[in-house]
Structure formats: structure tokens, C-alpha cells
């Protein structure tokens, strides 16, 4: 199956400093990146999708200066928290999705295994 | 847009018997309904999927059943076992648009 990438997986950092995240599809071109933002039991919240190529789409509220999304390549998406403060400590996943193919008949997103970002 | 709701939030089975979770989805444009398994401190896996046009799916000890009409999927999974413990999330989607459940958080007691 399709295989997704996330690094890193921990990360903690200070106030007021800026944290990178990547998203790498590595079996698959994904033109298509999903960020997402899961609280403690909470579900998972779309941020933004990224085409590659263009500018991301954020969702409502989510501030895109403050969450800057890069999808460069077809592998690879990358999301900046910056200048983070405490509260932006949370579960970040990343999903793909690319052209029809064997990663992608339909809608079918696949998941990296999240990066836990904790802003002391 | 679409809104999704699961229930039930919690479910706690003997080892063997079934459980069922059961979602309902707002938007009638939604063509794709997958279902998510999420182990703590991971990112979701996908299990299982169905689509628009089909009404019932099955793998193994799991299976989906999907009614357009009501606009309500369910994930039903037998002889359950205590490695099925996880929260398990529904979603519907339609192209670009996932949009997930609360999550079932269901415990398989031994």
C-alpha cells in the first residue's frame, strides 16, 4: 500500500522560536497534501490542503502566516509553525493523496504517523 | 459543508462478541466513506472503505454497510479480539473535502 512519511515524530521547542515539519509520499506522487490537527481525544481537524505547485487552501481560522505550507515536489509537503506558543502544542498529521493510480482510486487519503509538537 | 457524527464515543466488548459504530453524514454529494483505526500516538490507518455505489463491503472480521437514502454507514466488526482496541474514526468525503467523525474509542476486554 501506499506509504507516507513524517518527520519528525517528536519535537519540542520553545515560544516564540519556529518548528518545520515534512510530509513525504515515498512509494507514490501525491499531488494533493492534507494537513491536519488532532487535540488529546479529540478527531482530527483539517488545517489545509496543499496542490503541489500552488498555494495551499486553509481552512476557516486557521491563520495561513502563522502555518506556512510548502508543497514543492510531488513527495514532499512541508508545514512551518511559526512563532509558536504553547497553545500550538498538538498532533500534526499530514495525509496524501495523489493521481488516479495505486494510491489514489478515488478519494483515498493515506496517513503519515503524525509529529507531536510540544511548545514549552 | 459536511458534517459527520459517530457514535457511539465510547465502546467496551468482550473478547469474541461484535461491535458496531455507527456514523451519519449531512452532505448527499459525499461518494466515499472510509473508515479509520487509530493506535495511540499514531497516525490513522486506513481499515476498511465503501463507496457510493456499493451498499455493503466486507474483509475478513470487518465490514461496512452503507445506506444513501439515510445517509448513515456503520463499521461492524466480529469476533473481536483485544489488538481491535483503538479509536476508530468515519469519514465522508467528496473530492477534496474529508470530513471525520469524533471518534469511537472502543476497548476489547479480554
Known amino acids: 500500500g501506499a506509504v507516507v512519511s513524517q518527520h519528525p515524530s517528536r519535537v519540542i521547542c520553545k515560544s516564540g522560536t519556529s518548528v518545520k515539519i515534512e510530509c513525504r509520499s515515498l512509494?507514490?506522487?501525491?499531488?494533493?497534501m492534507f494537513w491536519y490537527r488532532q487535540f488529546p481525544k479529540q478527531s482530527l481537524m483539517l488545517m489545509a490542503t496543499?496542490?503541489?505547485?500552488?498555494?495551499?487552501?486553509?481552512e476557516q481560522g486557521v491563520e495561513k502566516d502563522k502555518f506556512l505550507i510548502n508543497h514543492a515536489s510531488l513527495t514532499l509537503s512541508t508545514l512551518t509553525v511559526t512563532s509558536a506558543h504553547p497553545e500550538d502544542s498538538s498532533f500534526y498529521i499530514c495525509?496524501?493523496?495523489?493521481?488516479?493510480?495505486?494510491?489514489?482510486?478515488?478519494?483515498?487519503?493515506?496517513f503519515g504517523p503524525g509529529t507531536r509538537l510540544t511548545v514549552l | 459543508g459536511e458534517n459527520v457524527e459517530q457514535h457511539p464515543s465510547t465502546l467496551s466488548v468482550q473478547e469474541g462478541d461484535s461491535a458496531v459504530i455507527k456514523c451519519t453524514y449531512s452532505?448527499?454529494?459525499?461518494?466515499?466513506f472510509p473508515w479509520y483505526k487509530q493506535e495511540l500516538g499514531k497516525g490513522p490507518q486506513l481499515i476498511i472503505d465503501?463507496?457510493?455505489?456499493?451498499g455493503e463491503k466486507k474483509d475478513q472480521r470487518i465490514a461496512v454497510t452503507l445506506n444513501k437514502t439515510a445517509k448513515h454507514f456503520s463499521l461492524h466488526i466480529t469476533e473481536t479480539q483485544p489488538e481491535d482496541s483503538a479509536v476508530y474514526f468515519c469519514?465522508?468525503?467528496?473530492?477534496?473535502?474529508?470530513?471525520f467523525g469524533a471518534g469511537t474509542r472502543l476497548t476489547v476486554k479480554p
Open positions: 495525509s496524501a493523496r495523489g493521481p488516479s493510480g495505486a494510491a489514489s482510486s478515488y478519494n483515498e487519503q493515506f
Open positions: 512509494d507514490f506522487q501525491a499531488t494533493t
Open positions: 496543499s496542490n503541489e505547485g500552488s498555494k495551499a487552501t486553509y
Open positions: 452532505d448527499s454529494a459525499s461518494n466515499y
Open positions: 465503501i463507496r457510493s455505489n456499493v
Open positions: 469519514a465522508a468525503s467528496e473530492h477534496n473535502d474529508m470530513r
